[in-house]
C-alpha cells in the first residue's frame, strides 16, 4: 500500500531569484483573482457555471493580451485554476467559507505537479541538478538544504514563501508498513487546554501554551506598529518583527505536536481520539484563543498520517457524552466544565475528568475497531 507524505526543506534564492519567484506568485494570485470574479460574473449573469476548462481557455487568451503572464511556468498557472475549484468544493461541503479574493499574504504559494525528468529525459520545469541543487530553466539554480533524504518518488513539488524565508515542499509517494493491529498496545488520548493530552494509561502532557507566552511581547510589537506611519520604512521593519514573532509561535508550536505525534505513532499500536468539531468550538470567545493556540487539529493531523506511515491504526470516536459516561460502570454523571473531577454516583468510582474520558475513548475505539474488522 502506498501513501503520500510532504517533506519540507528550506532553500536559499539569490536577490534576483527571490523578485523573480515573487513576481511569479504575483501573477498567480491575479490570475486566481480574476478566474474568481469571472465565475461570479458568469453566474450573476446566466446562473451558468464558469468550469475549470472556461478558465484555461481564458488564460490561453490572456496569455496573448498580456506577454507578461508567459514569463510564469504553465504549470503553476493552471494549477492556480484547481486551487479554486478546491476552495469551492470546500465552501460547498460546507467545511469552510465562501472563497475570497487573495490579497499579497494570503497567496504564498505555487505547485509543480511534475518534477524531475519525463520518460524521454527532457526536464520538467522544475528538476534537481547533478550538484544536488534545485534548476528552473528561467531561475537557475537555487541552493537548498537537504537534511534529511526524500523517502520515495516525487510527484509534485511546492515553493513557499513564509516571512522573508523560502521553501520546498516535496510531495513524495512511498510504501506505507503494513497495518499492524495490536489491541493489548492501544490507547485513548484526551485532549485539553490544562493538560494538553491525558492517556488512558495515565500519562499526562502538560499545555505548553506557546502563545500565551509571547503575548506580551506580541501586543508591544503590534502597539509600536500601530503608531508607525503606513508604508514608511519603520513600519515595514515592525510588520517584518511582529512577523517573526508570530513565525516563532507557529514553529515552536508544529515542533512540539511532531515529537509528541511521532513518540505516540511509535509507542502504540491503535491510537483512539475523539473527532472534535473544532470550527464550533472556536466560536466561544472565552476559550477561541486557547483553543487556536493549542492547535489540536493540527496534532490529529500528524497522528492519522504517522500512525499510516509506521503501520499502526488510527481511529477517530464521536465526543458525545466522553467526559461525562463513567468509564466504570457506563453511568451518566452530567457535570459541568469546571468540575475537574469524575465522582460515580452508582459505582462511587473517583477519577480526574480528563482520565476518565480517555478510557471512554479507548473504550469506544476498541469497538469500533471490532466492528470494522
Known amino acids: 500500500m502506498t501513501m503520500l507524505l510532504n517533506q519540507k526543506y528550506e532553500i536559499y534564492p539569490t536577490g534576483e531569484q527571490k523578485q523573480l519567484l515573487d513576481r511569479w506568485l504575483q501573477y498567480c494570485r491575479q490570475t486566481y483573482n480574476s478566474a474568481l470574479l469571472d465565475k461570479q460574473r458568469k453566474y450573476h449573469q446566466s446562473k451558468e457555471s464558469y468550469t475549470r476548462e472556461d478558465m484555461q481557455k481564458q488564460l490561453k487568451l490572456d496569455k496573448k493580451k498580456y506577454p507578461f503572464l508567459k514569463e510564469v511556468p504553465s504549470q503553476p498557472l493552471q494549477e492556480v485554476f484547481l486551487r479554486l475549484k478546491k476552495a469551492f468544493d470546500s465552501f460547498f461541503r460546507k467545511d469552510t467559507k465562501y472563497p475570497k479574493l487573495k490579497t499579497y499574504k494570503d497567496y504564498n504559494s505555487m505547485t509543480f505537479p511534475q518534477f524531475g525528468f519525463n520518460n524521454k529525459g527532457h526536464r520538467y520545469a522544475m528538476s534537481f541538478t547533478d550538484s544536488g541543487k534545485l534548476y528552473n530553466k528561467k531561475l537557475g539554480e537555487i541552493s537548498i538544504l537537504l537534511h534529511r533524504p526524500l523517502e520515495g518518488t516525487i510527484k509534485q513539488l511546492i515553493l513557499k514563501r513564509q516571512g522573508e524565508k523560502w521553501y520546498a515542499i516535496f510531495c513524495v509517494e512511498r510504501q506505507a508498513l503494513p497495518l499492524s493491529i495490536d489491541q493489548t498496545n492501544a490507547i485513548g488520548i484526551d485532549v485539553g487546554l490544562?493538560?494538553?493530552?491525558?492517556?488512558?494509561?495515565?500519562?499526562?502532557?502538560?499545555?505548553?501554551?506557546?502563545?500565551?507566552?509571547?503575548?506580551?511581547?506580541?501586543?508591544k510589537a503590534q502597539c509600536k506598529l500601530?503608531?508607525?506611519?503606513k508604508g514608511s520604512a519603520n513600519y515595514i521593519k515592525q510588520v517584518q518583527l511582529v512577523r517573526k514573532l508570530h513565525e516563532k509561535v507557529a514553529n515552536q508550536r508544529r515542533d512540539f505536536l511532531h515529537k509528541l505525534s511521532y513518540n505516540f505513532s511509535k509507542s502504540y499500536s491503535v491510537i483512539t481520539v475523539e473527532n472534535l468539531n473544532i470550527r464550533n468550538m472556536v466560536r466561544n470567545r472565552k476559550l477561541s484563543k486557547s483553543i487556536s493556540d493549542a492547535g489540536w487539529g493540527v496534532f490529529r493531523n500528524m497522528l492519522a498520517y504517522k500512525c499510516e506511515k509506521y503501520g499502526g491504526a488510527f481511529i477517530k470516536v464521536e465526543p458525545h457524552y466522553t467526559s461525562q459516561d463513567c468509564s466504570s460502570c457506563g453511568e451518566r454523571v452530567k457535570k459541568s466544565l469546571s468540575?475537574?473531577?469524575?465522582?460515580?454516583?452508582?459505582?462511587?468510582?473517583?477519577?480526574?475528568?480528563?482520565?476518565?474520558?480517555?478510557?471512554?475513548?479507548?473504550?469506544?475505539?476498541?469497538?469500533?475497531l471490532l466492528v470494522t474488522n
Not at 500601530?226 to 506611519?229: D, E, G, L, Y
Not at 473531577?341 to 473504550?363: E, F, G, P, Q, W
Open 339 to 368: 468540575i475537574r473531577t469524575h465522582i460515580c454516583t452508582k459505582c462511587t468510582t473517583v477519577l480526574d475528568r480528563d482520565y476518565n474520558a480517555s478510557l471512554n475513548i479507548l473504550k469506544k475505539g476498541l469497538e469500533q
Open 226 to 229: 500601530s503608531k508607525r506611519k
Open 194 to 219: 490544562n493538560k494538553y493530552v491525558v492517556l488512558s494509561n495515565g500519562l499526562e502532557y502538560e499545555n505548553p501554551r506557546f502563545l500565551r507566552k509571547k503575548e506580551k511581547q506580541l501586543k
